[in-house]
Nanobody, 123 residues
Framework: QVQLVESGGGLVQAGDSLRLSCVSS??????VAWFRQVPGKERDFVAW????????GYADSVKGRFTISRGNPETTVYLQMNSLKPEDTAVYYC??????????????????WGQGTQVTVSS
């Protein structure tokens, strides 16, 4: 059975850092992405990583503040979030997807999802 499990969320103040983890079991995904969602809104792309970490991509809103990386073993993917802002508050989901020519930045491009972890940033 394939599973993705996120952890590391919490309540922090603006300017603080958090590191989210996503551990997959049953399969190693070539492409893993992080998305986030606030109530009443669509799930938004945050970052993706392909392979061992040589290729990554970020949403403009997090570029320069967030870093996605793979751990050892490669079943773990991290999202290091620095200089957090109140607008980063959301439930963060990791997702595993197939190998494609172009990495998807929409939820439709991913087959497997974790249950989500809440990140709350107070001002």
């Amino acid at each position: 059975q394939v599973q993705l499990v996120e952890s590391g969320g919490g309540l922090v103040q603006a300017g603080d850092s958090l590191r989210l983890s996503c551990v997959s079991s049953g399969r190693i995904f070539s492409t893993v992405a992080w998305f986030r969602q606030v109530p009443g809104k669509e799930r938004d792309f945050v970052a993706w990583i392909r392979g061992s970490g040589g290729s990554t991509g970020y949403a403009d809103s997090v570029k320069g503040r967030f870093t996605i990386s793979r751990g050892n073993p490669e079943t773990t993917v991290y999202l290091q979030m620095n200089s957090l802002k109140p607008e980063d508050t959301a439930v963060y989901y990791c997702a595993g997807g197939p190998v494609t020519r172009v990495v998807s930045t929409t939820p439709r491009g991913y087959d497997y999802w974790g249950q989500g972890t809440q990140v709350t940033v107070s001002s």
